[in-house]
């Protein structure tokens, strides 16, 4: 709401007063606050109420409300002119109701199409299509570009184009669409921006019948079916030639105005949308001379020989002769238009190329069949505007700001096309001249092709330019690469050369001209001058550094391999045939290599550094043929390239090669003959060794290690030693040791990568390296069944130890046969290791329960040791000391009461010691001989 507040008024002798919202309710007689009413106005007040009442002032106010209207669907036709706002769904379902204009501002503009109507509402409509839908699809055709048989064809006019001239995009997004779309959905587009070209088309002349539309004024003189009678009305006559002459005036000035229009446009469809304009408009008042209420009026002035109709039917028949002119030339146009409409809005290049050859055969149709399109002045113009849509076509794609910004594969791509484009038109144009010259019939084509080809021509050359460029980026790119960086150990000097490549394009995508205009064509030359001697200047530079780098190769075989990538890569032939030379310095770098092997292999040798886990002799032998290979892989590639062999220097080389890899074949052959007869002759003397060492001294005793145990030298045991056995275990600690020698490991290891090298290995050595995990398994089984058994004694006490004495006899009887019968080559290892277990499980329960009970006697001897025979009575609250009697008293019962605990304790002995005999003797008399010891 809009309010407007009026003048105060107040009474001329009366003070200005509060209004009655101030003071109370309005008086009876006040006025109505909508009413106006004159500030001197006053009401009739009885005489006893005169000083009570106030005065009132009026207070005159203007509200102005702006209403806003609403409707659905239809804008009504009285609200047609007025300035709307529209608001269309494009989602189905509800709309969330937003609580804040923030919310709003955000969640509402993805669920409405809006806009304003404030015009023309043709002219919007007219302008919304040509100016933002139809670039929208011209732009997605290019950006998504699929021409049918090529996916990605289109690319090559899309990045450099803007959206708004219907042409642009960029490679990523051209990668990214232009495989995913199909050739329907491509070609269902197409269709339908051509319909809407169409559409827009009859938006515009609709727009001009409606407002540019000559209307006759047909006076309604009331005339009758006689003409003769109407002839002789001067009168009537004078009217009518009033009417014909306005009519006259009418036709004459129309037809001056369409002959001084010009299609609006450079472009092809220019032309067809000036002869449907012109069709259009001379259509309308053609129509309205055919009229009968039109030729009665003609016959009354026929009838009445009146001059005034020969100069109209003048001006009639040069108005039939435009219109039927126009009318022609649409007819044929219109087979043209697809074909123009492919030019200016097909998806790409290709598609321009496919349309150009089926539209010259259509212009030669018109050629020989329209009345109108059969001269050069027809002719010409209309190609001269297909010329002008291609070049303008090829100058939005091949933009010279940004398309060096792509990589040069990019740029070649759409430098060949436009090219390719532009060479099309020319070649079409005379393959069709060709034939209209053999038919012989119709008359030739002696076009004008200066003004035909000119600029196309020399656009061609320009791409041609373009696509040059990018070939010599592309060149330099390829030999400055990271192969070069990785043979010659100088990236900073190649990376400076790439900064020189990279600086060749910025002098030509920073022209302040443009390079297919035809006036900068020496401004262009100069810059193409400058370009090529910049050329030759890096490639000098770029020999003296490859010459520098081939004398300090980092790797013969990188340098080898690059060489032979450039002899199938495109590069530079001047730097091509340099590095061509290359071949005999890559031979005396090899010649260095293999010095380098040789004299590394000369200092290891002896003692060749071998990799983790790997056996010795094996390890040996895989260190030379890394050296050997190292030197074989390098020459073997100079063996493809016959030249580098037959040379002085390659017959060197060669020599030397061969030399060292003797000299490496016989100490692998020599390693391998030791290895093979120490093995042979070992073997059978390790896999006979006893299981266990016999119990020796921990002084000579080896420890165990992850892989095997390894075993001190084994000894015989004689019968004599049996007897001194426990007396040997008592006094030094004894231990058990797992005989599996660390050289027979080290033979099945040996064995396994001879085999992986080639080599034939001994049969005994094959059938123990085929058995390994079950050696393995026989070893962690018996080095647990020994830790269990050392634990068990190790955890007795000598009075346990001399108690058990005949349990642990037993279990080195039980583990005899490991050190005395068995070796690797037994069948009972398992059997022994199972019962080993079983016996050492029997010995850890008996020594458990034997050792439970002695903390059960110590913990009751513990107890009467420690008890308290003297407790004396607690305190009184008073104070007061007890009596004598009463003290003596309370610790002779106390120490009854502990008495009793005591011998309750004491007698509890006697059944955990007879338990104990029962364990160890298996009696149950408390008086066996064989724990006097223990007992003591």
Known sequence: KKGKKGKKGKDDDTSETPTPSQEGPDPPLSAPPDTETEPDQTEMIPAELEEKKPTTKIMIETVTRQYLYLCRHHLPDEMAEQPAAYFIRNRDGMVHLPNTLEEAEKCLPANFEFGILNGHTLLMLENIITQVYMPLLSFHAHKNGADGSQAGRSSSDAAAAAPGDGDGGDDDDERSFGGAESRQKAALRDDFLINMQKFASAIVRTMQQIEGEVRLNIPDLGLGDNISELAKNAEIVERVEDAVQEWEKQVSQALEQQLKKTPVGSGPLAEIDFWRERNAALSALAEQLKLAAVQKFLDVLTEADSATVQS?????????????????????????????????????????????????????????????????????????????????????????????????????????????????????????????????????????????????????????????????????????????????????????????????????????????????????????????????????????????????????????????????????????????????????????????????????????????????????????????????????????????????????AREKYLTVAREMRAYEEKKYDTWYEQTESSLPHYLRKNLLVKPTRVGTAVSVTPQAIVAAPNTQASPGEESGDHHLEEKSKVRYVVDFSSELYEIITETKHMEQLGFPVPPTARNVALQEEKYIKYVDSLDNMLTRYHLALNSLKPAESQLLDDHTKELRRILKPGYTRLNWNSLGISDFVERCTHAISKFESLVNQIQKNARDINARIHLIESVDLFKFPPPVSSGDLPRTKEFFEHIEQQRSREFETLARKYRAIGPLLTKMEGLVVHTNTGRSPKLHPYYA
């Not at 209209?436 to 030739?444: F, H, K, P, T």
């Not at 990188?558 to 071949?583: C, D, P, T, Y």
């Not at 063996?639 to 062999?645: G, K």
Request: proline share 3%.
């Open 312 to 652: 109209f039917k003048y001006h009639r028949t040069e108005l039939s002769k435009y219109h039927t002119e126009a009318k022609d030339n649409v007819r044929f146009l219109s087979t043209l238009e697809r074909h123009f409409k492919n030019l200016a809005h097909g998806v790409g290049f290709g598609v321009v190329c496919d349309t150009i050859p089926s539209m010259m055969n259509a212009l030669r149709m018109v050629w020989i069949i329209s009345r109108h399109y059969n001269k050069d002045e027809r002719m010409v113009p209309l190609m001269e505007r297909i010329a002008w849509e291609l070049s303008e076509r090829v100058a939005r794609v091949i933009n010279i700001k940004t398309i060096f910004q792509e990589k040069p594969d990019g740029i070649k791509l759409k430098s060949s096309e436009a090219k390719k484009t532009l060479e099309c038109w020319r070649d079409s144009y005379f393959e069709v001249r060709a034939k209209i010259e053999a038919s012989g019939r119709d008359a030739r084509w002696e076009f004008d092709r200066k003004r035909l080809f000119e600029k196309t021509d020399y656009m061609a050359n320009i791409c041609q330019d373009i696509y040059d460029v990018a070939q010599v980026l592309e060149e330099f790119y390829n030999i400055f690469g990271p192969e070069l960086k990785s043979v010659t150990g100088d990236p900073k000097r190649i990376e400076d050369v790439l900064k020189r490549v990279d600086a060749l394009v910025e002098p030509i995508q920073d022209v302040s001209f443009d390079p297919f205009t035809l006036r900068h064509q020496m401004q262009w030359k100069q810059v193409m001058d400058w370009f090529y001697r910049e050329v030759t200047s890096i490639e000098s530079e770029a020999k003296m550094f490859i010459d520098d780098s081939f004398k300090k190769l980092r790797s013969a075989e990188g340098a080898f391999e690059m060489l032979l990538n450039f002899k199938h890569i495109r590069s530079r032939e001047v730097i091509n045939a340099q590095m061509m030379q290359k071949f005999n310095d890559i031979l005396i770098q090899y010649t260095k290599e293999v010095d380098m092997v040789n004299k590394m292999f000369q200092q290891y040798k002896d003692d060749p550094p071998v990799a983790k886990n790997q056996p010795p002799v094996s390890g040996a032998i895989i260190w030379e043929r890394s050296l050997f290979h190292r030197m074989k892989h390098t020459i073997i590639r100079f063996q493809s390239v016959e030249e580098m062999v037959t040379s002085d220097t390659g017959k060197f």
